[in-house]
């Protein structure tokens, strides 16, 4: 009798456990406290974000939840906290397209005071006259070279080209005189390869089928005075200067540490090591790739012969090219929070960007160039390739390239562009058949936002 | 009797149901009923009718996945279960440390899929090496890596349940097929095989299942390459929903297809495997 009783009450509390469990993912108790949630798309300063969030924490007593999404994959973070009752309030865009997906969620920033300070009010993403996104950071990409070892080759006394310093080299021809050059002399220069490999690998090819692709297409918008608020001038494109995107392509992988057949399985950390560790000489990153050559155990470049050449194509006038400057990172406010939220994190942004405390995490922490007029001249990121780019900025005869690749149909189509290049450089594809793709592809794509 | 039943029917049944119905049924008929709608996010949909339908079927990758899947599937139901079951017939002999090996090849399958496919990788690429290319360079490449690394995964699985299904094989019924002057291939063909029968058509069901959802697998060793000509159902599912702007119903359009045609495919396998099962 008492055993069968024991046993009973042994089973309902099982049950009851058993229920518990089940409500209590159900219904967790939003807390009164305002807070501020934000979706960070970069994973490799996730500590930093935590770290100045509970500085704000502690002066301002809002509480700011960071959440970072792992990479390449913040559009489908995005898209599932978006749905729960914890979505976040303050998330980033990655251009217009980006902006069409997330059309519904992204509030006006017209009147807010960081947009009041943009330096470049153009770089903002507009809807009519809303203001949807305001760009947080400036980044730079180009062909990185270390010059420890172009100094060596243009020492050399049997160069076959009449350079006496980089800083010569402005045109396509140029680079790959001294690029094919130095490639033949790579044994007397110590390198495996003039440039790192070129990373093929589904998911690392982003260096190629998206930033190399912006240089012929800026081209191509430029030359046709494309307005580029409007969409439909975007439904499809002539990829006119695709040979000049073969020319750079070929070069880069003519002259690499790897056979073209093995790119395929190459990653972007496999080829920044390889520049860090000076088996090549050059490398086509931008300057959030300080971190990963400073950071490869036994690391043999010195941040002082760290400089950027613009990717030169063999375009008309790219004597006055620059490097490629621009950002695909646009804060945005969640318009379905409440107006308190949304005033809570355009108040942390404002912050961020505005006091001391915040301008020396920009800057020190996060590593940002910030587009914003709070900072003054000496308030800039101290690490070398930061540095590259704001020289590069600064120089008045040059024009800066923006990142048009903001305006790409969509992921699927970058993959398709990466997957044809591949292809092409194993040798299994003609350039006519990426070419004839890659039209095709874009306007597939395109259309299916609408 | 029944009595006792009714009254504990709600405490046992309940906890499960709830469980089942929070983590299946309710996922399960709201993925059905978005695939009729155009969205960004769950909360914000737009009703669409059956455009996402024809819009899946229009879709080239689509079609493609589906053929690669297929065929891989095939070859999957072979290779693993012949192996698995020449495994389990060697590993149920009186042999020295039996059951050594039979942890072995358990193994496998005790390795996350998306581990295995990295270490996959570098061995195919390490051995096509030697001829100068890596996986990505030909579909057949990463068909077959595909199939060695499904094959080395699921056969340690199968050869424990054929294990069990040959050990349940009444000795009795061999020796009287000995008595009557059966052959070892004899005994196999017309005593072994029809009484395992039960354990082939759990297997058959695993594998065809498991072959035709395989994702992590193909993400971590070909993810598609070259061109997504290895790129199976599920793997197009995902590159469908994530990667493309305004095609995210499309990609749960696929989703419900793809379960219809698995449950048919996978009820049309037991049908068949089901008949030929006899008792002892």
Redesign the interface.
Known sequence: MKLRFLRRVMAAMLCLVLLGALTACGCARKTDVLTVRYLNFKPEIAEQYEALAAIYQRQTGVKVIVETAANNTYEQTLATKMATDEAPTLFQINGPRGYAAWKDYCADLKDTELYKHLTDQSLAIKDGDKVVGIPYVVEGYGILYNKALTDKYLALPDKAVDVESMDEVDSYDELKAVVEDMQKNKAALGIDGVFASTSMKAGEDWRWQTHLLNIPLYYEWTEGKVDFNDSKAFSEIGFTHGDKYRNIYDLYLNNSVTDKKLVGSKTVSDSMAEFALEKCAMVQNGNWAWSQIKDVSGNKVKADNLRYLPIYIGAEGEEKQGLAIGTENFYAINSQASKEEQKAAADFIWWLYSSEEGKKQVTEKLGFIAPFDTFSEDETPDDPLAREVARWMAKEEITTVPWHFTMFPSARFKEDFGASLLKYAQGTKSWEDVVKDMKNGWKREASAIG | MYKRFYRWFP??V??TL??FT?AFLIPFVMGIWLSFHRF?????THFVGWENYTRAFADEGFMGSLRFSALFTVVSLITVNLLAFVLALALTRRLRGVNLFRGIFFMPNLIGGIVLGYVF?LLV?GLL?FW???????ATYGFWGLVALNTWQLTGYMMVIYIAGLQNVPSSLVEAAAIDGAGAFSTLWHVKLPLVMPSITICTFLTLTNSFKMFDQNLAL???????QTQGLALDIY?TF???????GVGQAKAVLFFLLVAAVAGIQLWLTRRREVDA
């Open positions: 405490v046992f309940l906890p709830a469980a929070v960004t996010t769950i909360k914000n990788s690429n090496g100068g290319v890596d996986i990505t360079y030909a070909t993810a598609g390459a070259p061109e997504r590159n994530y990667g493309r702007i305004g095609w995210q």
